[in-house]
């Protein structure tokens, strides 16, 4: 599965991701950081993952989800410095397309 390569870059660091969400499963819980642009083109090459949604967190950091046809799925905080995290993945990710007028 491709997802392991993933899973094995961020192995050392699920005890730290339990310890800063604790309310997070440890299994489903992956933290590993580097260049934002290395992991967008890892998250392209290796898992067909594209930009799916952003949403501002603060001034420096903002949130975004990559999903894959597949169904695959990451979420990544990004800072202004060009450094992301990766903080959570999974599979069965469904886009919800909001129709003209209609409300989120």
Known sequence: MKRTMLTRL???????AAILYPGVAASQAILACAKRVDIVVFLRDHLSERLSAVGK????????IYAADSGNWTLMLSDASGR????LSGESW?????LPGQKA
């Open 10 to 16: 961020a192995a050392m660091a699920l005890v730290a």
């Open 84 to 87: 992301s995290c990766i903080i």
């Open 57 to 64: 967190l603060d001034p420096n950091t903002i949130v975004e």
């Open 94 to 98: 469904e886009s919800i397309p909001v």
